[in-house]
């Protein structure tokens, strides 16, 4: 789009005269000047600064993440290595809003699945502006507890140390022993009753970035970063190999051959990308459902270092619940998206008919990322792997000015209203776009506008203006009750 509006001025990315505009409005529809400009920035933040939560296994890791975020979410069981469906989730103390990633138990010395739950914490520090290192205070610092704090030394992130397990006076001074930890105060918790935790969230807060470090796009000349995520053995360090045109990554069919994330720097179309390649770990069948959730976590730290996310789908396989819950990881983490269909030169006509069936119905939330359908084996229709990134980014990076926004809204009410409910008709009044990678556009109505109508209005926003590879995030702010203003 050509009328984009750079950001970066006192008014978030609206300018002076798109902004007094706009509150003039707010203001002849009811809204104060607080409100509104509380609703833009509430809608406007960036990628939130993301909180890990790393320590042993059974120390009360996913308990204290279940506080923190005030539900239950992250399972808890005696033994580590429970699945999760997700990983990250989003908290919010004292009105601020965070990440929090929880991690599986933290072990030195470990082989097979043990140690992957040890790579696997290292790479949510790695990701993370800040660490909440949990610590059993009924049994003490242990040798494993020191090994974290040597990896936590090493990171250089702000840590907050957490003695959970303190239910009462008497475990004070438990606690108080693990000063000796070297990671300055120890803060006394009992993340099953809740005591303790308002304090130990105030420390967070202190410790996490208004903003998270990490800035994206080519603000510090860097390359643009695109995760390679997917399924384990989809073809994701093939595809790496063939588009840097050299063996980078060593391939094999055994699923866990890559131990590490992979930064490639490679120059494509005659621009230089960094490729992080998230080659899927080790599955045993016994323990196929907590690899999956050490996948997820791995995935989940390259998708927050990257802008665009590639998602590989091996063709050859119907459409799987993990491909959509990886691409929704993708989405909900706001990050451009690319669906690679990998494979595709093995197709028979058959499959190809299927295949497209299944895409139509399993995928069809995502209808709007550019697809591309690939053969990272042969290298077929490579070609077209950077245009295809190169829309997702410009529609991540698309703003719509506010006059054309609120053009757009005023036709689009008329002409389909919002369903009456309880004799009543809600209105969306007016709206603007409050930031951009991914946009995000806060909408101003007289009263609830129902999920249906929501999706309805990201649809039309679509057709009307593009946002091709990009996810939306639409906010409603409801118009208190009270007196229009003369």
């Given at each position: 789009m050509n009328d984009q509006i750079d950001s970066g001025d006192e008014h978030g990315e609206l300018g002076d005269a798109e902004y007094t505009d706009f509150m003039e409005l707010a203001a002849q529809e009811g809204f104060d000047a607080e409100e509104v400009e509380g609703a833009i920035d509430e809608a406007g933040h960036g990628p939130l600064p993301v909180l890990a939560v790393v320590g042993r296994p059974n120390v009360g890791k996913s308990t204290l993440v279940n506080r923190i975020i005030g539900r239950r979410?992250?399972?808890?069981e005696d033994k580590p290595g429970v699945t999760r469906d997700r990983v990250t989730y989003e908290a919010e103390w004292a009105g601020r809003r965070f990440k929090v990633v929880d991690t599986g138990g933290w072990e030195q010395d470990v082989l097979g699945i043990d140690a992957s739950v040890a790579a696997q914490a290292e790479y949510a520090i790695e990701a993370a502006d800040a660490v909440v290192f949990v610590v059993d205070s009924t049994v003490g610092a242990t040798d494993t507890d020191e090994a974290v704090v040597r990896l936590l030394r090493k990171a250089g992130k702000p840590v907050v140390l957490c003695a959970n397990k303190v239910d009462g006076q008497s475990g004070e001074a438990d606690a108080t022993a693990l000063w000796s930890l070297g990671l300055g105060e120890p803060h006394p918790v009992s993340s099953l009753h809740g005591r303790g935790t308002g304090d130990m969230l105030d420390a967070v807060l202190e410790a996490l970035p208004d903003a998270p470090a990490q800035t994206f796009g080519t603000a510090l000349g860097g390359p643009r970063r695109i995760a390679l995520i997917g399924r384990p053995n989809v073809g994701k360090s093939s595809l790496l190999n063939k588009v840097a045109g050299e063996e980078r990554v060593v391939v094999n069919e055994i699923a866990g051959t890559t131990r590490d994330p992979v930064d490639e720097l490679i120059q494509l179309g005659g621009t230089v990308w960094k490729f992080i390649d998230t080659a899927g770990i080790r599955r045993k069948v016994h323990l196929q459902e907590g690899a999956d959730y050490y996948a997820s976590l791995r995935t989940a730290a390259a998708v927050e270092k990257a802008e665009v996310a590639v998602v590989l789908i091996d063709t050859g396989e119907s459409v799987s619940v993990q491909d959509q819950r990886i691409i929704t990881m993708a989405v909900e983490a706001g990050r451009a998206l690319v669906i690679a269909y990998n494979k595709w030169d093995t197709l028979d006509e058959e499959r190809r008919y299927y295949l497209e069936r299944e895409i139509e119905?399993?995928?069809?939330?995502?209808?709007?990322?550019?697809?591309?359908?690939?053969?990272?084996?042969?290298?077929?229709?490579?070609?077209?792997?950077?245009?295809?990134?190169?829309?997702?980014?410009?529609?991540?990076?698309?703003?719509?000015?506010?006059g054309r926004l609120n053009a757009f809204l005023g036709e689009l009410v008329a002409a389909h209203p919002h369903p009456v409910r309880g004799g009543k008709q809600p209105r969306i009044l007016f709206g603007t776009q409050a930031g951009t990678k991914p946009p995000r556009f806060v909408l101003f109505a007289s009263g609830f506008i129902e999920h249906g109508y929501r999706r309805f209005v990201e649809r039309r926003l679509r057709e009307e203006f593009g946002f091709a590879g990009t996810p939306i995030h639409i906010s409603v702010r409801v118009r208190e009750k009270r007196g229009r203003k003369k």
């Open positions: 979410e992250a399972v808890v119905t399993e995928l069809a939330q995502v209808a709007w990322a550019p697809r591309v359908n690939v053969s990272a084996r042969t290298g077929r229709h490579m070609e077209r792997l950077v245009p295809a990134i190169e829309t997702a980014l410009a529609g991540w990076e698309t703003r719509v000015p506010t």
